[in-house]
Nanobody, 124 residues
Framework: QVQLVESGGGLVQAGGSLRLSCAAS????????MGWFRQAPGKEREFVAA????????HYADSVKGRFTISRDNAKNTVYLQMNSLKPEDTDVYFC?????????????????WGQGTQVTVSS
C-alpha cells in the first residue's frame, strides 16, 4: 500500500530548529514532486514548500522563504523540511504530500497522497 509517514515534529523555542522527514513508498516517490503543507485547527491547509522529482527546482511560501529548506533523497525515498529560525506563528500540523506531477506546484488539489501529519509547536 502506498503511503507517506512524517516524523520529526515536536516542541521547540522560538529561534530554534526542527527537521521534518517524510518516508514514502518507492513507487510514488521516484516519479513525483513532493510538498509540505501546514494546517492549524479551523484554518485551511497552507502551502509551505515543494521540490520537483529530480530536485532541480523548489518553491517556498513567502512566510518561510529564507528560513525553511526542502530537500529529497530519492535513494532513501525520503523528503525533508529543515526549519530554522522558527517563530510561534509556525505552530501547526505539518503534512507531507505527493504531487500528481513531476514539476513543482503549490495548489493542494495537485497533491493526491497525504501523510497523517506531525505537530510542530513553537513556544515564545
Amino acid at each position: 500500500q502506498v503511503q507517506l509517514v512524517e516524523s520529526g515534529g515536536g516542541l521547540v523555542q522560538a529561534g530554534g530548529s526542527l527537521r521534518l522527514s517524510c518516508a514514502a513508498s518507492g513507487r510514488i516517490f521516484s516519479s513525483n514532486a513532493m510538498g509540505w503543507f501546514r494546517q492549524a485547527p479551523g484554518k485551511e491547509r497552507e502551502f509551505v514548500a515543494a521540490v520537483s522529482w529530480g530536485s532541480a527546482s523548489t518553491h517556498y511560501a513567502d512566510s518561510v522563504k529564507g528560513r525553511f529548506t526542502i530537500s529529497r533523497d530519492n535513494a532513501k525515498n525520503t523528503v525533508y523540511l529543515q526549519m530554522n529560525s522558527l517563530k510561534p506563528e509556525d505552530t501547526d500540523v505539518y503534512f507531507c504530500a505527493a504531487n500528481k506531477y513531476r514539476h513543482v506546484t503549490f495548489e493542494s488539489d495537485d497533491y493526491n497522497l497525504w501523510g497523517q501529519g506531525t505537530q510542530v509547536t513553537v513556544s515564545s
